[in-house]
């Protein structure tokens, strides 16, 4: 697999290609560390925090939740 193209969808790669093979492609920004630290706490706390909802809900509260969503979903 070429490098950086782990998460990008087929449209992306394909630009990556075309730039790589012509020699337009550019260096990839430099991510600033406190940035990236922040990203990773707040996906961290986001986790963590859905799982912790999920255990407070009584089973009521989930199913009313659950027919939102596939009232929401399906119409």
């Known amino acids: 697999m070429l490098e950086g ?3 990008k969808d ?3 790669a394909a630009f990556s290609i075309v730039q ?4 337009e492609a550019t260096e ?6 406190k940035k990236k630290a922040a990203q990773d ?3 961290l706390g986001g986790l963590i925090g859905g799982v912790v909802r999920a255990t407070k809900l009584t089973s009521e509260q989930r199913a009313e939740i659950a ?3 596939a009232a929401a ?3």
């Open 5 to 7: 193209m782990k998460r």
């Open 10 to 12: 087929i449209n992306q």
């Open 20 to 23: 790589q093979a012509t020699g």
């Open 28 to 33: 990839r920004p430099v991510v600033d560390p």
């Open 41 to 43: 706490s707040g996906r």
């Open 67 to 69: 027919k939102k969503a």
């Open 73 to 75: 979903r399906w119409g």
